[in-house]
C-alpha cells in the first residue's frame, strides 16, 4: 500500500504563487514509478496537471499550465512538490497527488494510488 498526503493548498490573488508538497509511504514511494497531480474543479472531471517518474526525474505537464508549473521530487525525502507561478482562477480546484507503477503515465485511470486533495483558490 501506498500511502499519499498532500500539503500547500490555500488562497492566492491571480499572478501569485503556491507551492504543493506531496509526501508518500508506503512499498513503491521511490524505487519506480510516476508520480503524478491531478486537479478537479467543481463540475467537472479530474484532469491530469503534471507527472514525474521516481527515477530519472522526468516530466510532463498539460498544455494548460506548461511554463507555469514545476513539477519536482525529493527521493531522500519521498515527496513529490508542484510549484505553481502565475496562478490564474481558472486553476481553482482540488490538487490531488497520485502513483503508479507505470513509467510516464498521464491518464488517471493508471494511477493507484490517490491523496485526500488540497484546495487550491485563486482570486481575480
Known amino acids: 500500500q501506498v500511502q499519499l498526503v498532500e500539503s500547500g493548498g490555500g488562497l492566492v490573488q491571480a499572478g501569485g504563487s503556491l507551492r504543493l508538497s506531496c509526501a508518500a509511504s508506503g512499498r513503491t514511494s521511490s524505487s519506480d514509478g510516476t508520480m503524478g497531480w491531478f486537479r478537479q474543479a467543481p463540475g467537472k472531471e479530474r484532469e491530469f496537471v503534471a507527472r514525474?517518474?521516481?527515477?530519472?526525474?522526468?516530466?510532463y505537464y498539460a498544455d494548460s499550465v506548461k511554463g507555469r508549473f514545476t513539477i519536482s521530487r525529493d527521493n531522500a525525502k519521498n515527496t513529490v512538490y508542484l510549484q505553481m507561478n502565475s496562478l490564474k482562477p481558472e486553476d481553482t480546484a482540488v490538487y490531488y497527488c497520485?502513483?503508479?507503477?507505470?513509467?510516464?503515465?498521464?491518464?488517471?485511470?493508471?494511477?493507484?494510488?490517490w491523496g485526500q486533495g488540497t484546495q487550491v483558490t485563486v482570486s481575480s
Open positions: 514525474i517518474t521516481w527515477s530519472v526525474g522526468s516530466t
Open positions: 497520485a502513483a503508479t507503477r507505470w513509467i510516464g503515465a498521464t491518464d488517471r485511470r493508471d494511477y493507484n494510488y
